[in-house]
């Protein structure tokens, strides 16, 4: 009896590390360490163009494109936002081919890159930027030496497809609720994390179009990963809610399929919202054991963590008061 309880001891201890290290399993069970292979290319409507035999560039508005990766896996979409002084390209994809080279096709103005999170499908990688502006965290200032921020491993991810973390060399820093003048064209600065701790949105207060990173878009999304966070992600939706008078449509970072830029509603952020508050009050049905799935809508899936491992503390309380 004496070996049988020793050995359940450390089957359970065994468990536990499982659990403790659960983030670093799951990106190595997801890890390719290489670059995937290429979707072939798509017909993607009368209003994008293919910028060569990869990047593509959808005219939102005169001065707003969505410039898509629609053959990389994930068919990341990052969005340019032109004013009268200067652009804004927020987030670059993974850098396997050079958005800066698109971007700057669309203007002559200079261009500060903003990326919604640090994961390395946003972040450009080897990719050089001239300005750069990141989210004002506590943690994120204090870890940036001369303003010179290294992303670690948790952070970025990268070693899913071989892609080595970059340093951010930061000109400006934005805090939570602020606004990015563009000329006479502003862009406040949402902080909408749950898929990330760092993850921000970016909404036009002219046009009323949000962009949402990875915060939001049409597809699964991932609030299990080794930053993520439910409580943050319920905040999340809260800020978005409380703009509702001045969001007309959302753009996400990725898409399901063609045609065209990921699009949503303040309707799905409704959903989300709901679905949200359904599970942490225990009344919405899941399916699968790791991660655990949710139905939020038609076009939206929560991917997220066992239930005793999720976590409903919003970990920036003080910067979602400030978004409001």
């Not at 001065?63 to 979409?77: L, S, V």
């Not at 669309?106 to 990719?127: A, C, K, Q, R, W």
């Not at 409580?231 to 001045?246: F, W």
Request: proline fraction near 6%; charge should be negative; glycine fraction near 8%.
């Amino acid at each position: 009896m004496k070996y049988v309880a020793v050995g359940i001891i450390c089957l359970g201890l065994a468990a536990w590390g499982g659990i403790a290290n659960r983030h670093a399993i799951i990106i190595d069970l997801l890890s390719t360490g290489a670059p995937p292979q290429l979707n072939p290319a798509t017909d993607e409507g009368t209003d994008t163009v293919w910028f060569d035999d990869y990047f593509t560039i959808q005219s939102l508005d005169a001065q707003t494109f969505a410039i898509g990766e629609p053959r990389y896996a994930q068919q990341n979409y990052s969005y340019l936002i032109v004013g009268s002084q200067r652009a804004v390209l927020f987030d670059a994809g993974p850098g396997f081919r050079n958005i800066r080279k698109v971007a700057e096709s669309l203007t002559e103005l200079p261009i500060t890159f903003v990326p919604s999170h640090f994961h390395y499908d946003h972040t450009g990688n080897e990719i050089t930027f001239d300005r750069v502006a990141v989210v004002d965290l506590p943690y994120i200032r204090a870890r940036a030496v001369d303003d010179r921020l290294i992303l670690n491993v948790s952070e970025h991810l990268g070693s899913a497809e071989g892609v080595a973390a970059p340093t951010l060399n930061i000109n400006e820093w934005l805090a939570p609720g602020s606004i990015m003048y563009l000329g006479e064209r502003q862009l406040q600065v949402l902080y909408t994390p749950g898929h990330t701790e760092d993850s921000i949105s970016l909404l036009d207060l002219s046009s009323g179009l949000l962009f949402s990173g990875d915060f939001i878009y049409p597809g699964p999304l991932y609030a299990f990963l080794s930053n993520s966070n439910m409580g943050d992600y319920l905040a999340g939706a809260e800020t978005v809610m409380n703009h509702e008078a001045t969001v007309t449509a959302i753009y996400g970072a990725h898409r399901v399929r063609p045609p065209g830029a990921p699009k949503l509603g303040l309707n799905d952020v409704k959903d989300l919202r709901t679905a949200l508050n359904n599970i942490r009050a225990g009344n919405a049905k899941a399916s699968g054991l790791y991660p655990r799935e949710y139905k939020v809508n038609e076009r939206l899936v929560l991917l997220a963590e066992p239930e005793f491992l999720q976590d409903w503390q919003p970990s920036g309380k003080e910067l979602n008061e400030l978004n409001n």
